[in-house]
């Protein structure tokens, strides 16, 4: 498949609590890597807060998405432009430059994100799997997180400034919602 068709392939639920997404990324695993360890590199598309280093570590995502896109914040998520919002996580495995996993903290449980990186000819192929998901509202909204930061990924990558970040955001928890049957 063409690398934009896999770019453009809408979030999988191979199960039930389970999204898959797959992307090619421009450039080796070891740059990919770095931006999603590296806190400063992470902040451009995704989160700042720690870097993470090892197996085990207890780290701290700090998101204030108003850091990654100019477009304005919709009124729903406006508090994570004062000062963000910081999630602690624990990383589960650090494996440089294949595979990176942590715990996800949800408000009915903890959910489990891991990053698996493999060649894709000079580019890298990256493979997400958020399992353990507790319910399908939180599918919806991890799906269309999961979707507009790794397309905001690919733009940073590509050394552009992300764009559409919010409006994608909010298109495709529209569509996730009707896909996993969450109703409105």
Known sequence: MPVNAINRTPVGRPGSGVLRLERILPGPAERVW??????????????????MTATGQTATLHFQHANI???????????MDNGGFRS???VLRF?????????????????EVTFELSPAG???????????IGS?????SFASGWQSHLDALIQ??????????????VKLEKDYREAFGAGS
Do not use: C, I, M
């Not at 890298?124 to 353990?132: C, E, P, Q, S, Y």
């Open 34 to 51: 770095s931006y999603l360890v590296e806190a400063d590199k992470r902040a451009q598309w995704f989160s700042g807060g720690t870097t």
């Open 69 to 79: 896109t100019d477009e304005p914040t919709p009124e729903r998520w406006k508090e």
């Open 88 to 90: 602690e996580v624990t």
């Open 95 to 111: 494996d440089p430059p294949k595979a990176l996993a942590y715990t996800w903290p949800e408000s009915d449980g903890v959910s």
């Open 122 to 132: 000079g580019d890298t192929r990256l493979v997400l799997t958020h399992r353990r």
């Open 136 to 140: 399908v509202a939180n599918e919806v």
């Open 156 to 169: 940073v990558l590509n050394g552009e400034k992300p764009a559409g970040f919010w409006a994608n955001v």
